[in-house]
């Protein structure tokens, strides 16, 4: 998995699968858009003006659930 954010473009993206193409982009709803394999599998998701979205685009944390 892989999360990194573009200032410039101010968009957040968050790729699940790095190996798998894209069949489908939904984009049904205002700034997200998710990107879907050929099975309907989730692959990435992208969230535009990520500055107004988020609480802070310069920070990520991962944690493990027991």
């Known amino acids: ?35 879907f394999d050929d099975q309907g599998n989730l692959v990435s998701l992208e969230v535009l003006d990520a500055s107004t979205r988020v609480t802070d685009t310069r920070r990520v944390e991962y944690e493990l659930s027991n």
Not at 1 to 6: L, R
Not at 18 to 26: C, G, L, P, R
């Open 1 to 35: 998995m892989k999360v990194s954010y573009d200032p410039r473009s101010d968009t957040l993206s968050v790729i699940l699968r790095e190996d798998v193409a894209v069949a489908v982009s939904d984009d049904e709803h205002p700034g997200v858009i998710l990107d």
